[in-house]
Nanobody
Framework: VQLQASGGGLVRPGESLELSCAAS????????IAWFRQAPGKEREGVSC????????YYLDSAKGRFSNSRDKAKNTVYLQINTMKPEDTAVYYC?????????????????WGQGTQVTVSS
């Protein structure tokens, strides 16, 4: 069971970025998938989530309207689209999976984690 996050990089304020979370060893359709981020010196926080059925979603207040999730079943991959990026979005982003039927931003519920991908927003 493995998750691999990718797609991070250096972007300018106002630009967009798409992060990917590819799974191997299990089907993402069976799991609720969340994205977390951790900035230097700060706690890891949940920024978005989509349940296995897609009926439950969660977005951090600062992410609402700018972050969106999508799934590609054929590729067993979940994507996080981030628009209108801000310097405060700078962090290491992690995807995580949990056997839940609804979303939570509580990291303690997630059993499987990707390795993280660095996102830096700077002019």
């Amino acid at each position: 069971v493995q998750l691999q996050a990718s797609g991070g990089g250096l972007v300018r304020p106002g630009e967009s970025l798409e992060l990917s979370c590819a799974a191997s060893g299990f089907s993402l359709d069976e799991f609720t998938i969340a994205w977390f981020r951790q900035a230097p010196g700060k706690e890891r926080e949940g920024v978005s989530c989509v349940s296995n059925s897609g009926s439950s979603t969660y977005y951090l207040d600062s992410a609402k309207g700018r972050f969106s999730n999508s799934r590609d079943k054929a590729k067993n991959t979940v994507y996080l689209q981030i628009n209108t990026m801000k310097p405060e979005d700078t962090a290491v982003y992690y995807c995580a999976a949990a056997r839940l039927s609804s979303c939570t931003g509580n990291k303690n519920w997630y059993s499987y984690w990707g390795q993280g991908t660095q996102v830096t927003v700077s002019s």
